[in-house]
Nanobody, 129 residues
Framework: QVQLVESGGDSVQAGGSLRLSCAFS????????MAWFRQTPGKERERVAAQYTGTGSTYYADSVKGRFTIYREYANATEYLQMNRLKPEDTGTYYC??????????????????????WGHGTQVTVSS
């Protein structure tokens, strides 16, 4: 069974930085698309970043490209989201999600949130101007 636990959310001023962590518990014999989503009131849940664990390839939404970095610490199976130059529009609840897959194409595609099988409970990020 796969379990995901997020941490690192906080309240920061615009221009600041945060690093979110997603602790992964489950079988590392499989490969996954690991993703970070954010939920903003009044908007659809948005996939902001993803990484395929089989190759390390990463993918980003245009809204965060150049500011956010997703990376995996393979030794402890933790997926991180480094967020720099934060903007008020980055405010939201951030969720870690996982989908078992043997192909990086799954991560490359802009998949709906419902395609992901495993979810954490979320961590709140608030960016004030």
């Amino acid at each position: 069974q796969v379990q995901l636990v997020e941490s690192g959310g906080d309240s920061v001023q615009a221009g600041g930085s945060l690093r979110l962590s997603c602790a992964f518990s489950g079988s590392t014999d499989f490969t996954y698309c690991m993703a970070w989503f954010r939920q903003t009131p009044g908007k659809e849940r948005e996939r902001v970043a993803a990484q395929y664990t089989g190759t390390g390839s990463t993918y980003y939404a245009d809204s965060v490209k150049g500011r956010f970095t997703i990376y995996r610490e393979y030794a402890n199976a933790t997926e991180y989201l480094q967020m720099n130059r934060l903007k008020p529009e980055d405010t939201g609840t951030y969720y870690c999600a996982a989908l078992e897959t043997g192909s990086s194409l799954t991560c490359r595609r802009s998949l709906p949130a419902t395609d992901f099988d495993y979810w954490g409970h979320g961590t709140q990020v608030t960016v004030s101007s």
